[in-house]
């Protein structure tokens, strides 16, 4: 089985970042926050797995930046990533309730 190296990028990290602290410390919500990083790294390993098998998304946007996305596996976030070789680059993460296709 292929596997592939996650590579995040710093935007990627700063957007989870606020994420977490959004959750920690404006809802004052520490068990989602810790169940949503979870979920991110769990994600993130999943990724590295099935990154090839992944197919195009239905917005042209994307398929022009050369993006694709994957959906968190307990929550609604979901992460764009760009595969170049045995490397995946996770660009952006956004909440599903965004209209991340129109920010990449």
Same mark, same amino acid.
């Given at each position: 089985?292929? !596997?592939?190296? /996650? =590579? =995040? !990028? ?8 606020? @994420? ?12 989602? +926050? *810790? &169940?949503?990083?979870?979920?991110? *790294?769990? !994600?993130? $390993? &999943?990724?590295? /797995?099935? +990154?090839?098998?992944?197919? $195009?998304?239905?917005? $042209?946007?994307? =398929?022009?930046?050369?993006? *694709?996305?994957?959906? %968190? *596996?307990?929550?609604? @976030?979901?992460?764009? %990533?760009? #595969?170049?070789?045995?490397? /995946?680059? /996770? ?5 599903? #309730?965004?209209?991340?296709?129109? %920010? &990449?």
């Amino acid at each position: 089985m292929r !596997t592939y190296r /996650v =590579v =995040v !990028t710093d935007e990627a990290m700063l957007q989870m970042k606020e @994420y977490l602290s959004y959750l920690k410390n404006d809802l004052a919500n520490p068990q989602a +926050a *810790k &169940s949503l990083r979870d979920d991110w *790294k769990e !994600t993130r $390993e &999943s990724l590295s /797995v099935i +990154a090839g098998s992944i197919g $195009e998304p239905d917005n $042209e946007k994307l =398929v022009m930046r050369n993006l *694709k996305k994957m959906h %968190f *596996k307990r929550h609604a @976030y979901v992460m764009l %990533f760009r #595969l170049n070789g045995d490397i /995946v680059e /996770v660009v952006n993460i956004y909440h599903d #309730l965004q209209n991340y296709e129109q %920010f &990449s």
